[in-house]
């Protein structure tokens, strides 16, 4: 599975923004839908952090605290993507956001990664 994120940039605060992860190499759209799919991200200096996290069927969301009211997670398994809309987003809000997914399991702040995905960078500054 390869997962490939987009979507990073240079926004200011109080902006807008939407990444995407796109899931290839397996042929199955079957397995595809069994994957339970997250967001993590690492700020310079400090450790990767969860973000927020899809259960396979895209019905059913987790958050971290810090971004919970503030980010979007839907999952599109007709798509094989899973996207992450940040509002209101502050210069804390500054990392490297990482697309991340695992098989048949869900994913939290502590369950492991199967698959990671490479990152995409959001600055926010004024």
């Known amino acids: 599975v390869q997962l490939q994120a987009s979507g990073g940039g240079l926004v200011q605060p109080g902006d807008s923004l939407r990444l995407s992860c796109a899931v290839s190499?397996?042929?199955?759209?079957?397995?595809?839908?069994?994957?339970?799919m997250a967001w993590f991200r690492q700020a310079p200096g400090k450790e990767r952090e969860f973000v927020a996290a899809?259960?396979?069927?895209?019905?059913?969301?987790d958050y971290a605290a810090l971004v919970k009211g503030r980010f979007t997670i839907s999952k599109d398994n007709a798509r094989n993507s899973v996207y992450l809309q940040m509002n209101s987003l502050t210069p804390e809000d500054t990392a490297v956001y990482y697309c991340?997914?695992?098989?048949?399991?869900?994913?939290?702040?502590?369950?492991?990664?199967?698959?990671w995905g490479k990152g995409t960078l959001v600055t926010v500054s004024s």
């Open positions: 190499g397996r042929p199955s759209s079957k397995y595809i839908s069994k994957l339970a």
């Open positions: 991340a997914a695992n098989y048949a399991r869900p994913v939290d702040a502590s369950s492991g990664v199967d698959y």
């Open positions: 899809a259960r396979s069927s895209g019905d059913y969301a």
